[in-house]
């Protein structure tokens, strides 16, 4: 095909709407990957509101995309037409600023994001450079592997990096479109794994997707029945708020940490006591690299983490999109184009 849609944003706090445009060529270092499937985060806000500076308009956002490469670029090594490749929040980095000359390429100050500083994926195809793409497992489903490129590699690059160790108690604090991941792969990789929600009737969800505990903060003190099953060693805090947050802190465990993913608009507050009675830290974690992505593609294939989804055309983007701002998705809302 020699043109493609897209799903486009043409000015700040514009609509999501259906475009035509001509067919991208792979510039050096690039490959042109043909979308299959494409996540809907609440981050797509950024594109489509302009929160970000500098976002390119018109702008086609997506950063969950999952594809296979059609076209490769001059100077790319280790990528053929026909592979199976994701494209996360993590879209390529400078490799010249401090963080990425330490190996912290999540952290690089001149990040390349799909969908916010260049063309993500709402689209039938997309460019992205080479270093941004991570290799799907043939057992994983694009519209399974698409969420995995960012809900996924927060929740599980969090958990493996939080330092705690299969058998230790670690929590999970909230089940939406993070946390029911988060649950899932907290499970599988040996933690005793609590999950805090609000409301008796999330139980059965939680001890489905593998919870061995479940904690209603509606009716009960969380951070006291942490304690009383011997503290936690991690929480990962997956919702929105930073009051839910502040109050589970002093559930951890000595030494134990708050393993903030979850972005909310209010301040966590904390006890000073808390922090250096116990040992205890808060701490913010990014997604993670590609390299990330594809270990935690790889691990769900491994280990059977899969995400709740809900499928729509591409032509229905602005649809899947509202549901989700709505938090009406259970748990993310995937694009599909046909391909």
Sequence with gaps: MSTMRVIQVATKGGPLELA??????PGR?????????CGVCH???IAKNGLFPNVPYPIVPGHEIA???DAVGEGVIGWAVGARVGVGWFGGHCGRCE???RGDLVDCRNLRIPGVNYDGGYAEAMLAPADALALIPEELSAVDAAPLLCAGVTTYNALRESGARPGDLVAILGIGGLGHLGVQFAAKMGFRTVAIARGIEKEALAKELGAHVYLDSLRQDVAAELQALGGAKTILATVTSGKAMSAVIPGLAVRGKL??????MDPIEVSTGDLIGGSRSVVGHASGAS???QDTLAFSALSGVRPTIETMPLERAAEAYDKMMRN???FRMVLTTGA
Excluded: H, N
């Design 291 to 293: 390299i990330d992505s």
């Design 20 to 25: 035509t445009r001509p067919l991208p060529e």
């Design 99 to 101: 963080p990425c000359r």
């Design 328 to 330: 009406e998705a259970r």
């Design 259 to 264: 393993v903030v993913v979850g972005v909310g």
């Design 29 to 37: 270092g690039e490959v042109r990957v043909k979308v299959q499937a």
């Design 67 to 69: 594809g296979v490469v």
């Design 43 to 45: 981050s797509d806000s």
